[in-house]
């Protein structure tokens, strides 16, 4: 999937249709819209009740009738009429009419390494949804080793690790192209599912949907690395009686679960260096590795990739826009191509 950035520059909007959020960015107004891909919807009528940041609170506390869809999973549009019905909500009025003004419309989107034809084409008719006429899809790990400032075009490597929700990408990169990437089916999706499996198992609770992310938090100071409080006291529901109940959880039993699906991102460390050339890993152990993606603001994962790889670990600034903010900087024409001319004889 090679893109011109001549084309890119013509695109006016990008987007990135992610797992958990949905991304908007359009040239000369910047990131406009950043919320969960969710919509809800009647399923008497088929009308579209709520989309967003609304329709993910209302996850677990529907009535019958309504029904609260995510279109996206694993990083591929697997509804494409719901994706682009929750699109143009999501846009909202006054954007759809900025964007219709533009005859030709050309849009752009980020779609996960080594996506199959099918999930590419999903989301190219999700952005003619909006009326684009032609669709530019980009590399994911390249739109967010560009949005984090790596020096791709240099000929010196540099390991980016894009930890989404449902997915997670690894790459080395060098001289503005992937040498060797893997995408693995794990991210912030199921570290959540191993803690709710943690509390369900190990203290008979069940979690409320959203709860899981307060008691990351709770375990922040933390995290993934054994300092902080031993235990914290989270609120659920009794399994075998339904009454509320709450427990002191050992934050170290959590953070052993934690670890289960992290054991794969690891593996894949390994096989990416595997498959790498000497030259460029020894470059890595220098430069180490950049984490992006929205998971990568897991307490303590950092810390945790440092100790096992024993290389230099960063967090971009804003891991969780740094795909969408790289395809913006391609839009503006920010990023200049890398001239390889055969050289003069
Ligand atoms: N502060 C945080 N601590 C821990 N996890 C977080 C935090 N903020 C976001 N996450 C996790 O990050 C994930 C969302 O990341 P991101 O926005 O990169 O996903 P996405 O782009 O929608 O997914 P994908 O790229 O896999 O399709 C969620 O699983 C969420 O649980
Ligand atoms: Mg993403």
Redesign the pocket.
């Known amino acids: 999937m090679t893109v011109s950035l001549e084309q890119l520059r013509r695109c006016h909007v990008a987007v ?8 908007v960015y359009i040239k000369g107004a910047g990131l406009v819209v950043d919320e ?2 969710v919509a809800a919807v009647n399923t008497r009528t088929g009308a579209l009740i709520a989309v967003g940041t609304f329709a993910e609170q209302m996850t677990g506390r529907t009535p019958d009738y309504i029904r609260v869809a995510r279109p ?5 549009v697997v509804d494409v009429e719901m994706a682009q019905r929750m699109l143009r909500h999501l846009l909202g009025e006054k954007l759809r009419r900025q964007l219709r003004r533009k005859p030709g419309l050309r849009a752009a989107a980020c779609t ?1 390494h080594d996506s199959d034809p099918l999930a590419q084409r999903a989301a190219r008719e999700t952005l003619m949804g909006i009326g684009a006429r032609r669709v530019e899809l980009v590399d ?1 790990l390249i739109a967010a080793a560009v949005g984090c400032g790596l020096p791709v075009e240099q000929p010196t490597a540099t390991m980016i690790i ?8 690894i790459a080395v990169l060098s001289l503005g192209a992937i040498v060797t990437a893997v995408r693995l089916p794990v ?3 199921a ?2 599912h191993a803690v709710i499996q943690h509390l369900r198992l190990q203290h008979a609770l069940m979690l409320p949907s959203q709860s ?2 307060p008691l ?2 709770a375990l922040h100071g933390n995290g993934l690395s054994p300092m902080g409080p031993e235990s914290t006291e989270i609120h659920g529901r009794d399994v075998a009686t339904g009454l509320a109940r709450s427990v002191l959880v050992d934050t170290a039993a959590v953070r052993d679960a934690i670890h289960t699906p992290l054991t794969a991102v690891l593996d894949g460390i390994g096989k990416v260096l595997r498959d790498c050339p000497p030259d460029l890993v020894a470059d890595l152990a220098e430069r180490g590795i950049m984490m ?8 303590g ?1 950092d810390e945790m990739l440092r100790a096992s790889t024993g290389m230099p670990v960063h967090i971009a600034e804003r ?3 740094c ?1 969408i903010l790289g395809l913006g900087a391609m839009l503006e024409g920010q990023i200049h191509p890398m001239v390889l001319d055969p050289l003069a004889e």
């Open positions: 990135d249709l992610g797992a958990a959020r949905t991304r969960p891909s996206v999973t694993g990083g591929t996960p994911t894009v930890c989404g929700a449902a997915t997670t990408q991210g912030g999706d570290i959540d899981v992310r990351q938090l992006v993606g929205g998971s990568a603001l897991l307490p994962l891991p969780d826009v795909a």
